[in-house]
């Protein structure tokens, strides 16, 4: 896991809860009865539910049978499957491996594989994280679990979090050291079982710079989903809360996933899903004590506080048809000692429940129940008061626009000719913002004149315009108007007002001669 960058622009929704709406007794029995058999079941946009299990087959079966979730996933270590060579079998653990997926099977339970850690013989070192030399060596042992698992497992893993540092030893991690053995995995996988699901990744966040370099290398052809975590960079903040980096969703937020269908739809993979085969927030009351935070921050969150993430984060995917699957890391604490990676559990190390149990039985028996808006995703909008499409002017020009965002506010506004910031301020909602641009270094012609509204959450919206630079005296003369406004008590007065040509899109520039004359009745 990997730590978060630190960014000001955070912004928080708060989630509220569905308060179901009462039947009218004078509906027909029969469209009750429909109402009544269809009210306990999830959402059709709700991604399915699982469960990251510890412990033995008979344990993480009884446990996700006992949470009504949807998949089952847990690690397949290479080393410890085959730990002297390519051919034989450690005999208890392929034994302990076909009990949990004969368990998982009978019990009509969807399993993920995550398959990660080489042999010593298959890598040259003693630490397993170290990277196979040879891909196809972890092709063929992927392979062979598919063809033993067939029908029965329905997604794998290639690796876990190669994206970062953490589990990807040896080289330095990069699309480039990753790629070849995706592909020589999801050829084996495929060839075995043609209807399994072969996963890229799962990366470490939401990772999109890293899938676009798998996308470089030409692995967009060799996966049928990308798999994502969300558990990482001691994340505290609520599902809702989200900051951009470089006007992109930021990678460690719960919502970053966005990016990474972005980078798909704009690959051609738009129709492949995500899986998020990690989420989950510690229960620790230690301080963060690695990557960038380390020290800067708690690195969990209390109980009651984990179990409403856990709602609100089934609530915010629900809206996103493309998130297959939401994987809870993880079932049980991972040991006895303080740590942040220990307490992820929804069963407590002493084997007594908290209440992210009861909340995620609750979102698989009953789908998502909340509602409201998960973060505040949608940009401000601009509106151009000045100038508009006619405008054709010479040595200055003047640009006027408002701002509105419905649900943070407006932040700022800024204005724009051919991509060159000219002005800007600070504005909030439906405030107009002018200024009187100087436009000699212009070309004359089209320039294009835009207006960028940033709101509160940091989202952006744009507007633009086309307007045209012409040499006023090649014009034949024109007729102008002025218009005056005379206030002010006493002998002081003030006189503003404004030069038009009228029937026309000009904007005249000069001297307007004024000249007063006291009157004394």
């Given at each position: 896991m ?16 569905l ?7 004078a ?11 269809l ?24 446990d ?6 949807d998949?089952?996933?847990r ?34 339970k969807?399993v ?8 010593s ?11 196979p030399?040879d ?17 029965r497992?329905?997604s ?18 990069s ?13 084996k ?13 799962p990366?470490?966040?939401?990772n ?25 960079a ?39 899903p ?10 620790t009351?230690l301080?963060?004590?690695?990557g ?6 708690d ?12 709602a ?5 995917i ?15 604490d ?14 407590r ?5 908290r ?5 995620l ?18 940009p ?6 000045a ?18 965002d ?14 060159t910031?000219v002005?800007?301020?600070s504005?909030?909602?439906?405030e ?16 294009t004149?835009?207006?960028r ?5 940091g ?10 630079r ?10 102008t ?13 003030t ?20 000249r ?6």
């Amino acid at each position: 896991m990997a730590a978060a960058p630190k960014s000001s622009h955070i912004r928080s929704r708060q989630i509220s809860t569905l308060v179901p709406t009462k039947l009218r007794l004078a509906l027909a029995l029969i469209c009750a009865a429909a109402l009544l058999s269809l009210g306990g079941a999830p959402t059709a946009s709700a991604a399915e539910t699982g469960i990251s299990v510890q412990g033995s087959a008979a344990t993480s079966i009884a446990d996700a049978n006992a949470l009504g979730v949807d998949w089952v996933r847990r690690f397949v270590d290479w080393n410890a499957m085959q730990p002297d060579n390519s051919t034989s079998y450690a005999p208890s653990a392929l034994a302990e491996l076909d009990d949990f997926v004969a368990r998982a099977h009978a019990s009509k339970k969807k399993v993920a594989l995550t398959v990660l850690g080489a042999p010593s013989w298959a890598n040259g070192s003693s630490d397993a994280r170290v990277a196979p030399r040879d891909p196809n060596q972890y092709a063929s042992f992927i392979g062979r679990l598919a063809a033993r698992y067939q029908g029965r497992v329905q997604s794998w893993e290639i690796w876990n979090e190669p994206d970062e540092a953490e589990f990807w030893h040896g080289t330095t991690p990069s699309p480039a050291a990753y790629a070849p053995l995706l592909k020589a995995s999801y050829a084996k996988i495929k060839a075995a079982d043609p209807a399994t699901q072969v996963v890229a990744g799962p990366l470490t966040g939401n990772n999109y710079q890293f899938l676009e370099g798998l996308y470089k290398e030409a692995a967009g052809g060799h996966f049928d989903a990308v798999g994502v975590h969300t558990d990482t960079a001691c994340g505290i903040n609520s599902p809702s809360t989200f900051y951009y980096e470089d006007g992109r969703v930021g990678r460690f937020t719960f919502l970053g996933f966005r990016e990474v269908h972005a980078v798909m739809a704009a690959n051609g993979d738009g129709d492949k899903p995500i899986t998020m085969s990690e989420m989950g927030w510690s229960t620790t009351t230690l301080r963060c004590d690695r990557g960038k935070w380390a020290g800067l921050k708690d690195a969990g969150v209390s109980e009651a506080t984990q179990a409403d993430y856990l709602a609100q984060a089934y609530h915010c995917i629900a809206g996103y048809p493309y998130i297959e699957s939401a994987i809870w890391f993880s079932t049980r604490d991972a040991g006895a000692a303080e740590s942040e990676l220990n307490r992820y559990g929804l069963i407590r190390w002493n084997g007594t429940k908290r209440g992210s149990w009861a909340a995620l039985a609750d979102v698989a028996a009953n789908g998502d129940q909340l509602t409201s808006s998960c973060g505040d995703l949608e940009p401000p909008t601009v509106k151009i008061v000045a100038p508009t499409s006619t405008t054709q002017f010479e040595d200055e020009i003047v640009i006027a626009a408002t701002g509105h965002d419905v649900d943070s506010g407006l932040r700022s506004l800024r204005f724009y000719i051919n991509g060159t910031p000219v002005a800007g301020a600070s504005a909030k909602n439906d405030e107009l913002f002018e200024r009187t641009i100087k436009t000699s270094q212009l070309p004359y012609g089209a320039n294009t004149v835009m207006v960028r509204a940033i709101d509160n959450s940091g989202a952006r919206g744009f507007s633009e315009i086309v307007v045209n630079r012409i040499k006023m005296s090649r014009l034949t003369p024109q007729r102008t108007a002025l218009s005056f406004k005379i206030s002010g008590k006493t002998q002081t007065k003030t006189v503003t007002g404004s030069l038009s040509v009228p029937g026309t899109g000009l904007l005249p520039s000069g001297r307007v001669l004024l000249r007063w004359q006291l009157y004394t009745r």
